[in-house]
């Protein structure tokens, strides 16, 4: 019976071990998807770029810094529903993100709903007034103080 255990547990181990590495590997292809689309992006490729940032969320929709990017090229393109509506995934993946909070207030200008750009402005400024000041707590609590 303890034979029996162990070897259960000796397959589960190695089992894990299995799934810990193809999800790895598929991190890893994911990023380098990433790392193309942004290439292609500063390439002026955007429909290329838009279509490896795609990638990168078959594999992982949960990279809020791809829906971003692919939001990015969208607007540069001039898509802009589109584009919105992949800021919006980032956020809702990543709340706190102020980048994505300013470039939906850009499209929702360029879309002439200024309601909708004001609250999400005074959102990117909420946060990024909140990171400053925990810089500043940070660097306050670093600092050396003379004895």
């Given at each position: 019976?303890?034979?029996?255990?162990?070897?259960k547990v000796k397959f589960?181990?190695?089992?894990n071990n299995t799934d810990?590495?193809?999800?790895?590997k598929k991190h890893r292809?994911?990023?380098?998807?990433?790392?193309?689309?942004?290439?292609?992006?500063?390439?002026?490729?955007?429909?290329?770029?838009?279509?490896?940032?795609?990638?990168?969320?078959?594999?992982?929709?949960?990279?809020?810094?791809?829906?971003?990017?692919?939001?990015?090229?969208?607007?540069?393109?001039?898509?802009?529903?589109?584009?919105?509506?992949?800021?919006?995934?980032?956020?809702?993946?990543?709340?706190?993100?102020?980048?994505?909070?300013?470039?939906?207030?850009?499209?929702?200008?360029?879309?002439?709903?200024?309601?909708?750009?004001?609250?999400?402005?005074?959102?990117?400024?909420?946060?990024?007034?909140?990171?400053?000041?925990?810089?500043?707590?940070?660097?306050?609590?670093?600092?050396?103080?003379?004895?």
């Open positions: 019976m303890k034979m029996l255990i162990l070897l589960y181990s190695q089992k810990k590495e193809a999800m790895k292809k994911a990023e380098m998807f990433f790392q193309r689309g942004f290439k292609q992006y500063g390439a002026g490729n955007l429909e290329s770029s838009i279509a490896f940032y795609d990638k990168v969320l078959e594999i992982r929709p949960d990279k809020h810094q791809a829906w971003y990017s692919r939001g990015v090229a969208l607007t540069a393109l001039g898509k802009l529903e589109q584009a919105l509506t992949s800021y919006d995934k980032a956020l809702e993946i990543k709340p706190d993100y102020h980048k994505a909070w300013h470039s939906r207030g850009v499209v929702l200008y360029r879309l002439g709903r200024l309601e909708e750009l004001i609250a999400s402005y005074e959102k990117a400024l909420d946060i990024s007034e909140k990171q400053i000041n925990r810089s500043k707590k940070l660097i306050k609590r670093l600092e050396i103080k003379p004895e």
